[in-house]
């Protein structure tokens, strides 16, 4: 994420650090035999892994947001299709990020906050020419 200071926040990819950890509760599952109590069991272990990361993702959404909301009173944020995004390549990646859990977060804290969450239209926000590379500042239009 990066501000209109070019300021970047970096983004925890937390369920890529967790991939390695999840392995055995999911090896543990899927020797078991179905039905069995001790499947059950170890589903219940598999899902309170996944627990961990959506609410630590969560917990990062919050902070993030709330820093945002002290230093600037409008923010705007590009209206980009997440869902059509999702099935990209880069799926993973914007998966593991939330962005429509961060959006959704956001615009609640700045409605409750009295302070300005605007979707903008994403077509033309880029800012550094393709061409040559230099910095072209662009005005943001309400979608």
Not at 23 to 30: E, G, I, Y
Not at 50 to 68: C, E, G, N, P, V
């Amino acid at each position: 994420m990066i501000t209109s200071d070019a300021e970047t926040v970096p983004i925890p990819q937390l369920a890529r650090k967790a991939e390695v950890d999840k392995k055995l509760p999911n090896k543990a599952v899927s020797r078991k035999k179905k039905g069995s109590n001790r499947r059950r069991k170890a589903v219940k272990r598999l899902g309170l892994h996944h627990q961990k990361i959506a609410r630590q993702r969560k917990d990062f959404h919050y902070k993030t947001s709330k820093q945002l909301l002290d230093k600037y009173d409008v923010i705007g944020f590009e209206d980009l299709n997440v869902k059509g995004l999702a099935r990209t390549r880069m799926a993973k990646s914007i998966l593991d990020a939330g962005w429509s859990e961060f959006l959704s977060i956001l615009v609640c804290k700045a409605e409750s906050a009295g302070k300005l969450a605007i979707a903008v239209n994403p077509n033309g926000t880029t800012q550094n020419c393709s061409n040559c590379g230099t910095r072209v500042p662009k005005e943001i239009q309400d979608r």
